[in-house]
């Protein structure tokens, strides 16, 4: 079976850090490029951040900018999400995608998902 799951998340003060994983599993991450999502309270999912297979990142949401990145892993086919400096407008639950060859910033570029980690951010 193939499957993403991310772990990492939690209840973060603002100014925090937190590092999600997603691991995967019945496949190698090696030839796929892995994006981060992330769905806030009533708004609509939105692209974060990709990580192409080669360990490259394109950006997508100029908010966290200098603030986030990702690394893999494929030894240990996963990969990481590091989230510094974060804030309250940070909140929401966080997906990993992956998606053969090319990082995309659109959600229906992806093959597989995980099923998300909450990220709150609050004092």
Request: charged share 15%.
């Amino acid at each position: 079976q193939l499957q993403l799951v991310e772990s990492g998340g939690g209840l973060v003060q603002p100014g925090g850090s937190l590092r999600l994983s997603c691991a995967a599993s019945g496949f190698s991450l090696d030839y796929y490029a892995i994006g981060w999502f992330r769905q806030a309270p009533g708004k609509e999912r939105e692209g974060v951040l990709c990580i192409s297979r080669g360990g490259g990142s394109t950006n997508y949401a100029d908010s966290v900018k200098g603030r986030f990145t990702a690394s893999r892993d494929n030894a240990k086919n996963t990969v990481y999400l590091q989230m510094n400096s974060l804030k309250p407008e940070d909140t929401a639950v966080y997906y990993c995608a992956a998606r053969q060859r090319f990082c995309s910033g659109y959600e229906s570029a992806y093959h597989y998902w995980g099923q998300g980690t909450q990220v709150t951010v609050s004092s």
